[in-house]
């Protein structure tokens, strides 16, 4: 409650459970009504577009629509449509006004053409590049002297790369938040309309963001007067593969013109099961359950052999269990570490007949593509959402028109793009296709052309052929429209996720599933201390899901080490 | 923020302009010149009550050449520059700013063919209109941007009472709901009480009953069964609407505000109108208002006009600007020069000159200013002008120019006494203006054998070229000009309106015989005192004439009656040449 009414910079350490989003959506709320007049609004800056999604969905039940006075989007979106849109044909940053985003054959395209020219040696170039990625992800500022200081031959090789980009108008993912630091360090104008626009920067996940996106935050709000309230949790930053390091959240917190709140209370999970996860995070936190509230329970299955048995275990009895102790379908996970053991899951439970959805990666919907979940809520509203609104069409429109334009567009050529859309939408109401067939069509008849007059250099657009071949009718994976719609009769699905993509996420009961000797870790978490304390930190965001209940599916004899740790610290009191 | 620049294509009586804009804005030009739609061109951007149909132009609005270009858009773009300073004028702008200048929004109006008609436009309805900004035309103006940078145009001062009477459209209006809403209800209801209590008072009257019956009977009468219960009353006595009735009183609260003079009235509305854009502010409804007002002269008498507008041209509030347009050279006098744009014909189109980007120096800037005010602005209004140097030239150039058989005044030539030989600052705002004119000096020569009229001239001709954006003159040219003598550099800049005497002016005038008796006879038909008298009659034997002196007996017979005597012994005041030729050059150029 102080948090949100914090005047100054804020930094909120949030453990599991604890409200974080909760918080951030009420500061946010409270900084739109109270703080920020219109038409000056905040922007929130979060780890993915699934965030994004979440946190649009719940400003929306308070009567903020997106895109106004809200930003609310990662950070390379942010770069985007806040800074390189709209200002880099004012600069000379060195991009055409129709650049787009570079496709994977472009990019190792220019990695062999920059090797070639930079360095000319007698490595393969791709490898070489994944060195040169971790620099130039790490070393933002190039003006510093660690930029040639520390490795001369890949700065020059990174240099080359991006010219060979550039000279074809091209940029990559990485580029976003480079060229946006770059346009902001050399250009007050750019700091100062980012500031006008907005006063507030909110970030999630802050420990999950990476170099990129401190150094805007020191450069927007340490330099030019933005506030910042940023959200996050170290022992959940498992993103360390991708540049983001929780050391520049602890940063922060000891910064004198910071003020940090620690949110102790778990509001989520039962005493026991925040006891295990200490076990499971295996360091000492002081968090706390919130008194009367139920212990939670943790149960333990030991099972005679591999992965293969154990989703048997899960479909034939563990599932069932749960269902029988009245646990909704949609308030049960399961968990995996790799999306491969998911496909077993997943195999195990449809000969079980146990209706399922998956979340993670390999999901049909991809929780972190706004295109496809744009399908998705298209479908929802041609099954029955046009009756009750729910999506509502107007949203459905929004998040289409800066999907595919990145910004406001003039009246009539929303009008246009609003007549295609709904001719298609419109004419797909009571429709009997299955889910491939409508899909070809919504790929024919929207994508297509969307993706022709496309302005938004960001877009996934060939999520849509993915989810068409994962839904071959040839190969059986073809469903209702309804189903896909998530519109089934009954009461729902189980869902599948990694421990991952569970992030932020809450459930009933979680199964864990492979919590074995050499599957958590695995052997190549075990090939650096980095890789080993993300995966132990994935382990804690997973055992840190359930509000009630928590399975742990193991070999017997063969469980991992952290079960040990777990059960341990499960009985302290 | 500031208004920075305006440009307009093919839109009713322009063709092509571009006119540099510096915060307010004087529209002056005759009638049927084009003011109006000048500020039509901004309320198709920035008029927030304006309806799309109205955006939705005709035909007809396409400039009128022949035959009219309908594939060529019609288009309006306004810049805006310094918006960067108010955070939320940078929040609403940021997106507009043109791409070679960052520091400058620009928002534009386009109406043009559709793309999907094939042949030629045939109707307007093959035409539509789009809104865009930072000349990139995905990115659409929101509504947003309209209602919170909105222009108010108060054409209505032709009828301040009628908008002041109207609860609706009275800028009273907001002021009073938030007046009243800080009052106690209670205490509102003790004053509808009391009112009630009036009300009762006066429907005892018995003629005041009489009426309301027979009045009554009418309607129903008229209505058939509906009775709509028509009362006689002060005000309605629903406390709510109280305070609807509250009206501007004047003279002590004598006399409603539509009995004043039309004058007074204007005033007061347009006071309110300011009061009402702060109070928008302050509601955070708007962050910039622009409000302009159509030749207010039409209903503001001079002194009015001279006392409201100064004020208002003096307010320096970052979050308002003010475009007049006039033809009031009353207005025109007390308007700050850089906010003048000055609208002509060339008999096709109408072309503008802006004096915004008028590159003097903050003095001359203050010199100019005074002049204009002095001088009732009539340089803005001329159509041609012929500079000297002192009262002697002011005084006899039009009698010269009548004896050669011009009226300047008929022909709008204005003679501009700059009082020295500081010329520089006007010939620039004539340059800026798109005037002829022409500079009637001396060529002072120095004992080191320089002349100070050389150097005088080169600079005026320097700044010349630098407002008129005309190309540069080539070294060599500009080095035989420095090396020239009098008669070599008198000849080649009388062909640029520069003419030169190589004495002083009034040297010249007694030693052109044909003038000398003329002017001697007006002098001694004054009957002044024995020593006048005495200077007149030696004068008159052949002794050189004293220019102090004969200046001093002009003055006291005033200039404009001299004038006046002069000029009917025209037929036989032929000037000095060098000055016919001055004059010649703008009346040649002006008719």
Redesign the interface.
């Known amino acids: 409650m102080a948090a949100i009414r914090e005047l100054g910079h804020c930094v909120v350490l949030a453990g599991p459970g604890s409200g974080k989003t909760k918080t951030l959506t009420s500061a946010m709320v409270r900084a739109l009504r109270d703080d920020v007049?219109?038409?000056?609004?905040v922007a929130c800056i979060t780890y993915s577009n699934e965030c994004a999604i979440e946190l649009e969905t719940r400003l929306q039940t308070f009567g903020i629509a997106p895109g106004d006075r809200a930003f609310v989007g990662t950070v390379h979106g942010f770069a985007l449509s806040q800074i390189l849109m709209?200002?880099a044909?004012?600069?000379p940053i060195g991009l055409p006004q129709n650049f787009r985003l570079a496709t994977k054959t472009e990019i190792s395209a220019a990695v062999v053409v920059a090797y070639n020219n930079a360095i000319n040696g007698r490595d393969d170039p791709q490898d070489r590049w994944k060195f040169a990625t971790t620099k130039r992800k790490r070393d933002v500022d190039r003006s510093r002297p660690e930029w040639y200081g520390t490795n001369v031959e890949l700065a020059k090789f990174i240099e080359a790369y991006e010219s060979e980009l550039r000279r074809q108008g091209l940029i990559d993912y990485d580029d976003m938040p480079l060229m946006a630091f770059r346009m902001l360090k050399e250009?007050g104008?750019i700091r100062?309309?980012i500031?006008?626009?907005y006063?507030i920067l909110f970030v999630d996940e802050y420990q999950d963001l990476g170099h990129a996106l401190h150094e805007l935050v020191l450069l927007l709000c340490f330099g030019s007067g933005m506030r910042l309230f940023a959200v996050g949790d170290v022992d959940q930053s498992i993103y360390g593969f991708a540049g983001a390091n929780g050391d520049l959240l602890e940063g922060l917190t000891t910064r004198g013109d910071v003020r940090t709140i620690r949110l102790r209370f778990n509001y989520r999970s039962g005493a026991k099961i925040i006891r295990a996860s200490l076990g499971a995070l295996g360091e000492h936190r002081d968090y706390q359950g919130i008194t009367g509230a139920p212990d939670g329970e943790l149960s333990f299955f030991p099972v005679p052999y591999g992965l293969d048995y154990q989703a048997e275990t899960i479909a034939s009895s563990i599932v069932p269990r749960l269902l029988a102790k009245n646990f909704a379908p949609d308030e049960i996970a399961v968990l995996y570490r790799d999306r491969w053991q998911g496909d077993r899951v997943a195999e195990a439970l449809k000969s079980a007949n146990i209706p399922f959805v998956r979340t993670d990666p390999q999901a049909l919907v991809r929780r972190n593509s706004r295109l496809s979940r744009l399908i998705e809520a298209s479908a929802r509203w041609v099954t029955g959402g046009w009756r009750d609104a729910d999506p509502t069409y107007a949203r459905l429109l929004s998040q289409a028109i800066s999907l595919v334009?990145g910004?406001?567009?003039?009246?009539?050529?929303?009008q246009q793009f609003s007549t295609n859309f709904m001719v298609f939408l419109g004419g797909s109401v009571g429709t009997n296709e299955s889910t491939n067939a409508w899909l070809r069509r919504y790929s024919k008849e929207l994508i297509e052309p969307w993706r022709a007059t496309a302005?938004n250099p960001e877009q996934d657009w060939d999520v849509c052929a993915e989810m068409i071949a994962n839904t071959d009718p040839a190969v059986g994976l073809d469903l209702a429209l309804r189903y896909f719609a998530g519109r089934i009769e009954g009461a729902g699905r189980v869902t599948l996720t990694t421990m991952h993509s569970a992030k932020g996420r809450e459930f009933d009961a979680v199964i864990m599933y492979g919590v074995n000797a050499h599957d958590l870790p695995s052997r190549r978490d075990q090939q650096s201390p980095t890789a080993l304390r993300d995966a132990r930190r994935s382990f804690y965001v997973g055992v840190t899901r359930p509000r009630k209940e928590l399975c742990l599916v193991y070999q017997e004899h063969h469980h991992s080490p952290w079960i040990a740790e777990l059960a341990q610290k499960m009985n302290d009191v | 923020m500031r208004l920075s620049k305006l440009s307009v294509r093919n839109f009713r009586n322009f063709k092509a302009i571009d006119i540099p804009l510096s915060g307010n804005v004087v529209l002056l030009g005759e009638n049927a010149i084009g003011k109006s739609n000048l500020l039509f061109a901004i309320q198709l951007i920035l008029d927030p009550m304006l309806p799309d149909a109205a955006r939705q132009l005709r035909l007809s609005d396409f400039f009128d050449a022949n035959p009219p270009n309908y594939d060529q858009p019609i288009e309006v773009s306004l810049e805006i520059s310094d918006f960067?300073t108010d955070?939320?004028?940078?929040?609403?702008l940021?997106?507009f700013?043109?791409?070679t200048d960052?520091?400058v929004a620009r928002l534009t109006y386009l109406y043009r063919k559709k793309a999907d008609v094939a042949g030629p436009v045939r109707t307007s309805e093959d035409c539509?209109f789009?809104?865009?900004g930072g000349g990139d035309?995905?990115?659409?103006?929101?509504g947003?941007v309209r209602r919170?940078i909105a222009i108010d145009v108060l054409d209505a001062l032709r009828d301040a009472e009628g908008q002041l009477g109207s609860w609706r459209s009275s800028p009273l209006r907001h002021l009073l709901e938030e007046a009243v809403a800080a009052i106690d209800p209670v205490d509102i209801s003790k004053v509808s009480a009391e009112l009630a209590a009036a009300t009762t008072t006066l429907e005892t009257f018995p003629a005041i009953r009489t009426l309301e019956n027979a009045l009554r009977a009418d309607i129903l009468h008229l209505a058939g069964k509906a009775d709509i219960d028509a009362r006689l009353r002060f005000a309605p006595t629903d406390p709510l609407r109280l305070f609807r009735a509250i009206a501007m009183f004047i003279d002590g609260g004598k006399r409603g505000i539509s009995e004043a003079s039309l004058g007074s009235a204007n005033v007061a509305l347009i006071a309110l109108k300011l009061a009402e854009f702060a109070w928008r502010r302050r509601k955070?409804e708007r962050?910039f208002s622009l409000l302009c007002i159509e030749e207010p002269e039409a209903h503001l008498h001079p002194q009015l006009q001279r006392s409201v507008f100064k004020k208002l041209f003096d307010n320096n509030d970052a979050t308002q600007a003010l475009i007049v347009t006039s033809h009031s050279p009353t207005l025109a006098a007390v308007a700050p020069l850089r906010s003048i744009i000055l609208l002509k014909t060339d008999r096709t189109s109408t072309y503008a000159r802006s004096l915004a980007d008028l590159p003097v120096t903050a003095d001359e800037l203050d010199d100019l200013e005074h002049y204009l005010d002095a001088t009732r602005a009539e340089l803005l209004f001329a159509r041609g002008v012929i500079f000297v140097e002192g009262d002697a030239e002011e005084a006899l150039f039009p009698i010269f120019a009548k004896s050669l058989g011009h009226s300047l005044d008929d022909i709008g030539i204005t003679v501009c006494n700059v009082a020295g030989t500081n010329f520089r600052p006007y010939v620039k705002l004539a340059a800026a203006l798109n005037l002829p004119f022409s500079i009637v000096t001396d060529w002072d020569p120095q004992v080191d054998g320089s002349a100070l009229g050389r150097k005088r001239i080169l600079d005026i001709y320097r700044d010349y070229l630098q407002v008129t954006r005309a190309a540069p003159v080539s070294p060599a040219l500009w080095q035989q000009w420095e090396a020239a003598d009098f008669t070599g550099f008198s000849n080649a800049f009388a062909s640029l309106g520069a003419f030169l005497n190589d004495h002083t002016f009034e040297v010249s005038i007694a030693n052109t015989p044909t003038l000398k008796n003329p002017l001697l006879d007006v002098l001694e038909a004054q009957g002044f005192g024995s020593t006048r008298t005495g200077r007149l009659k030696a004068w008159r034997s052949g002794i050189p004439v004293d220019a102090v002196q004969l200046l001093a007996m002009i003055a006291d017979i005033g200039k404009g009656r001299l004038s006046a005597k002069l000029a009917k012994k025209a037929g036989g005041l032929a000037p000095p040449d060098y000055i016919a030729r001055a004059i010649k050059f703008v009346v040649d150029r002006v008719q």
């Open positions: 007049l219109d038409p000056r609004g709209p200002y044909r004012c600069v250009h104008w100062e309309a500031r006008a626009r006063p334009f910004r406001r567009i003039s009246e009539p050529l929303e302005r | 960067d955070p939320a004028l940078n929040a609403l940021t997106d700013r043109t791409p960052p520091m539509e789009v809104l865009y035309e995905s990115r659409g103006i929101p947003k919170r955070n962050n």
